[in-house]
């Protein structure tokens, strides 16, 4: 239940939006829950988007935001920026779809291999889940092994060899170590078998579990800087612990870069200074419209290749690299300059130290973690490592920070886009200041 100051602001944000309510619930008629997105809902119900522009949303009745969830981080340049609506457009007037290629999927790729020090080939799809999905198969493939291992508390997608120990709660744990446990009730006891669970930032554990399963584990998948822990990145000594061990028994390091490629032009590889075998993307990479690829090693990235007696993996997708993605991506890419990148880091230096500032001034137990153009807020004096860690927050006050920054004007997330400025930091600042002495 919330508590009383949080049903104030519970009320009050309902008092402001009888539009969006009115047309959930109609929605909810024909969608489940009102929505086709299970991440687009939150409590007591999302407001109605009627347009984007820059760094804000407006919701129909009439409601400004200033969005920090840039639709999960993926609209870098902010809504409807005018060179990608032109570029989307431009192509429109062409054609939305061909059954062969067009030179702007090999424009965007070119693009991506440059950046990304992974990357010597690339195939795309339409989903960071189908990225994850398809760079999991060719691993299988190429080593000859049909175990994985993953992270506890890590999401790369709605797949199933990896809906295991995505979000356990607290009870579901075990105390001794990390389990595969699934997702939802009947996730195939096959499922279970084949991943292996890891915990983040611990090394010696993490070697002995892969050790043991070295003859049957194909590849870790990993997000170097963890999305589920408030975009922690990776501690430096565990991620090369875990790239020498991938390589030492032959198996391979999938990044999941679907969110963190943002943080610089080759992405966490970059930052971080360990390059996987395999990478994922998606988000930033299509402009705002659906878009994911991945990519890697040229010999790897061979078993897709049906040029020579046909791919030993089919790679099939009737959307893959369509013209109105492709050109949204190559206009992105272009405005991603390595200032520009330089610049959201330093401001998201900025953004981290001044939230810090605030909860010491309110005498408020909290850690801001993040990197670059990332960040995240936990209600808790324990040091966040990994997702036993994140357990340990408030999330009452969490979710009553939400609802009090909706009617401050606020759609709290965790990224920043290239036209923020520190006056819109100023903004979320100041609210979350009012916020928390309101609710606390």
Do not use: W
Not at 176 to 204: C, F, K
Not at 276 to 295: E, H, N, Q
């Amino acid at each position: 239940m919330p508590t009383q100051q949080h049903q104030r602001e519970i009320d009050r944000y309902v008092a402001s939006t009888p539009k969006s309510r009115e047309a959930l619930a109609e929605a909810a008629k024909y969608l489940p829950g009102g929505s086709t997105r299970g991440a687009q809902y939150f409590p007591p119900y999302p407001f109605i988007a009627e347009r984007g522009e820059g760094l804000y949303m407006y919701d129909i009745d009439g409601n400004r935001y200033l969005d920090y969830v840039i639709n999960a981080t993926s609209l870098i340049l902010g809504h409807a920026h005018p060179r990608v609506v032109k570029a989307i457009q431009d192509k429109a007037n062409f054609g939305t779809a061909f059954s062969v290629p067009t030179e702007d999927q090999a424009r965007l790729a070119n693009m991506l291999c440059d950046r990304i020090p992974s990357l010597e080939r690339v195939r795309f799809t339409n989903s960071g889940t189908e990225g994850t999905l398809m760079a999991i198969r060719a691993a299988r493939a190429f080593t000859g092994r049909h175990k994985i291992a993953k992270f506890e508390g890590a999401y790369h997608g709605a797949h199933e060899y990896v809906q295991v120990s995505v979000s356990p709660k607290a009870d579901k744990l075990d105390p001794n170590g990390t389990t595969a446990i699934p997702e939802y009730d009947a996730l195939p006891p096959s499922v279970l078998e084949d991943v292996i669970v890891l915990p983040y930032n611990d090394l010696a554990t993490s070697e002995r579990l892969i050790r043991e399963n070295k003859d049957d584990l194909s590849c870790v998948v990993m997000e170097a800087i963890s999305s589920s822990f408030g975009y922690l990145p990776a501690e430096r000594e565990f991620l090369q612990g875990i790239r020498d061990i991938t390589e030492e028994l032959g198996m391979l390091l999938i990044f999941d870069e679907v969110q963190s490629l943002r943080v610089a032009p080759g992405g966490a590889q970059e930052l971080l200074g360990v390059t996987p075998d395999l990478t994922a993307m998606g988000k930033i990479i299509g402009g705002g419209t659906p878009v994911g690829a991945f990519g890697g090693r040229e010999d790897v990235m061979a078993l897709y290749d049906p040029t020579e007696n046909g791919p030993t993996l089919a790679h099939a997708g009737t959307f893959n690299g369509n013209p109105l993605t492709m050109a949204a991506g190559c206009v992105v890419m272009e405005e991603l300059t390595p200032e520009v990148y330089e610049r959201m880091s330093d401001l998201g230096d900025t953004l981290r130290g001044k939230m810090r500032a605030v909860f010491d001034e309110l005498d408020v137990p909290a850690q801001v973690t993040g990197i670059a153009s990332l960040f995240g807020i936990h209600f808790t004096s324990e040091e966040i490592t990994d997702h036993r860690s994140t357990l340990t927050g408030d999330r009452a006050l969490n979710q009553a920070l939400f609802t009090g920054l909706l009617n401050e004007g606020v759609l709290l997330g965790g990224a920043l886009s290239a036209i923020s400025e520190e006056e819109h930091v100023d903004t979320l600042v100041d609210a979350t200041r009012r916020v928390i002495q309101r609710v606390r």
